[in-house]
């Protein structure tokens, strides 16, 4: 019994050793639960939403729910969102936090933001509109506040 426990041990040592090789930084990448209840709204609502909403400017639900998501939410937390979520307005909130918080964004990142021709709702005032990622996201890094921008087309 004794002879055979060193080779039990190296055939388990093998096994696993290409499993760590291959992973990548974000395989196994854990989004903390607050966060993660925040996407999850920002999902189900799917609506882009501006800083105001409706006729007399209201304060939008779903920006309170990105202001959150900027707050609570870490870089890599953000980089991981942007890349990887599967709802299209969630991952365009993700990248506008990463752009607020003055992170430099990967080139990477931004290439698959300007190829990404999903098309969101977006609601500006009363003001709503068919929108490619590609264009939202462009606004995103030319302007500082996405919210000036829009307000300044109507001039």
């Known amino acids: 019994?004794?002879?055979?426990?060193?080779?039990?041990?190296?055939?388990?040592?093998?096994?696993?050793?290409?499993?760590?090789?291959?992973?990548?930084?974000?395989?196994?990448?854990?989004?903390?639960s607050s966060v993660n209840q925040v996407v999850n709204k920002i999902s189900r609502h799917n609506i882009y939403e501006y800083q105001t909403v409706g006729y007399a400017g209201k304060l939008s639900e779903q920006y309170?729910?990105?202001?959150?998501?900027?707050?609570?939410?870490?870089?890599?937390?953000?980089?991981?969102?942007?890349?990887?979520?599967?709802?299209?307005?969630?991952?365009?909130?993700?990248?506008?936090?990463?752009?607020?918080?003055?992170?430099?964004?990967?080139?990477?990142?931004?290439?698959?933001?300007d190829n990404d021709k999903s098309e969101i709702q977006s609601l500006n005032g009363c003001l709503g509109a068919i929108s490619t990622v590609s264009q939202l996201s462009k606004e995103i890094l030319n302007h500082s506040d996405p919210n000036t921008q829009f307000k300044n087309k109507l001039k």
């Open 1 to 32: 019994m004794k002879n055979r426990l060193p080779g039990f041990f190296l055939l388990v040592l093998c096994y696993f050793i290409p499993v760590q090789q291959g992973s990548s930084w974000n395989q196994g990448f854990k989004i903390s």
């Open 64 to 113: 309170q729910r990105f202001e959150k998501l900027e707050r609570i939410a870490n870089i890599d937390e953000l980089i991981y969102i942007s890349k990887k979520d599967k709802n299209a307005v969630v991952r365009l909130y993700a990248f506008q936090g990463l752009k607020r918080k003055g992170v430099l964004i990967p080139k990477d990142l931004q290439e698959q933001f």
